[in-house]
């Protein structure tokens, strides 16, 4: 059974920094993309940051210059590296991935990490 688990949220004030990490585990034959979306309270789950199976990667413009995705193949791994964090920041982050396991290949969702900026 293949789970994704998130870690690395809590509480920082603005300017302040995180960095979050979401694993991968169960039986794994290969993982494709990966990426972070963001739900704020009361508003849709959009997406943050993505990294391709070839480590190209694309970021919404409200994080541009200030998150960095960057994936650990060996350990099934992605981070989001977190910088110079917003109040507009606050959000649940989840960790998605294309999966391919014995039972096929499939989208997972981890259950989330809470993120809140606030002074």
């Known amino acids: 059974q293949v789970q994704l688990v998130e870690s690395g949220g809590g509480l920082v004030q603005p300017g302040g920094s995180l960095r979050l990490s979401c694993e991968a585990s169960?039986?794994?034959?290969?993982?494709?993309?990966m990426s972070w979306y963001g739900q704020a309270q009361g508003r849709q789950r959009e997406l943050v940051a993505y990294?391709?199976?070839?480590?190209?990667?694309d970021y919404a413009d409200s994080v541009k210059g200030r998150f960095t995705i960057s994936r650990d193949s060996a350990k099934n791994t992605v981070h989001l590296q977190m910088n110079t964090l917003k109040p507009e920041d606050t959000a649940v982050y989840y960790c998605?991935?294309?999966?391919?396991?014995?039972?096929?290949?499939?989208?997972?969702w981890g259950r989330g990490t809470q993120v809140t900026v606030s002074s």
């Open positions: 998605n991935a294309g999966i391919r396991s014995p039972s096929g290949f499939a989208d997972y």
């Open positions: 990294i391709a199976g070839r480590d190209t990667t």
């Open positions: 169960g039986i794994i034959f290969s993982i494709n993309a």
